[in-house]
């Protein structure tokens, strides 16, 4: 009897934030099929025996997406319920589409459990919210990681620089420097508060903040690495009248730095 999968969005990363339906999936898998963004607190839940890493490998290798589907497959076939575990919602920038797509071609029975998308969370831990009455009507999601296999970007920088609203960028931190050239040439203001907020909700969250002229040197002033979070926008500049008053994840190092302030 063929097994269930289940495609199940971990959220931002803090164990709190799992749906209710995540963990009590992780506790009745009998594997887990993960990659790193889940974060070490939420992988440090399911049994070493149960997990299975599909996600980047010692030494920069990674496991092919291919790999992964057919593991899924094979497990499902030998009856197993399977949880493919991903960071933030699985149908956000998680490659959950394709798996979700190569499960029905194989006739494997699947189910999508949604999670709390990072795109929101990482700006709003951060004390940033992706829109605002005076500032922002429309967010647009981005991904600074697009197939390379693509003759040219799908993304046209211009058109979301025209409409004024929120960008959030996703796994974009070593493609910030042409992005953000990318959305001056095309016109929008240099002054445009930009926020970058690594590892949202992890215990070392940190939070680098600039203008589209001066986030490049405030990411590599404070070493802002992946995962991370990019927020360009006014919303970005909500996050300076918030910060002494907010409470919960990380701490404000990274921002003591005069290059990350922006200033």
């Known amino acids: ?10 959220g931002p990363g803090d164990p709190d934030l799992l749906t ?10 009998d594997v887990v099929l993960h990659d790193k963004l889940p974060g070490p607190e939420i992988l440090g839940l399911i049994p070493e025996e149960k997990r299975e890493d599909v996600g980047k490998r010692a030494g920069g290798d990674r496991t092919p997406q291919s790999v992964t589907n057919e593991r899924l497959v094979e497990l499902a ?15 956000v920038f998680g490659r959950g589409g394709e798996e979700a797509a190569y499960l029905a071609a194989h006739e494997v029975p699947f189910e999508v459990v949604p999670g709390v998308t990072s795109a929101i969370a990482g700006p709003a831990v951060a004390g940033i919210p992706v829109t605002h009455r005076d500032h922002a009507s429309s967010v647009s999601f981005v991904t600074g990681h697009e197939d390379p296999t693509k003759d040219e970007s799908a993304i046209d920088w211009e058109a979301l620089a025209a409409t004024g609203g929120t960008i959030v960028v996703l796994m974009g ?24 907020v690594e590892r949202a909700t992890w215990p070392d969250q940190r939070v680098a903040t600039g203008t589209l002229d001066t986030i490049v040197e405030a990411r590599d002033e404070a070493g802002i690495e ?19 008053f907010l409470r919960g994840y990380g701490s404000d190092e990274a921002e003591n730095s005069e290059a990350v302030s922006g200033e």
């Open 173 to 196: 931190v070593g493609k910030l420097p042409d992005y953000t050239a990318a959305l001056r040439e095309a016109g929008m203001d240099t002054d445009t508060p930009v926020a970058l």
């Open 20 to 29: 209710v339906k995540a963990r009590r999936l992780l506790d009745e898998a």
């Open 226 to 244: 992946p995962p991370a979070i990019t927020v360009i926008g006014d919303v970005a500049g909500e996050r300076d009248e918030l910060a002494e």
């Open 1 to 10: 009897m063929t097994g269930t999968v289940y495609l199940v969005g971990s």
């Open 77 to 91: 076939h030998e009856g197993k319920t399977v949880v493919r575990l991903k960071g933030g919602d699985p149908f």
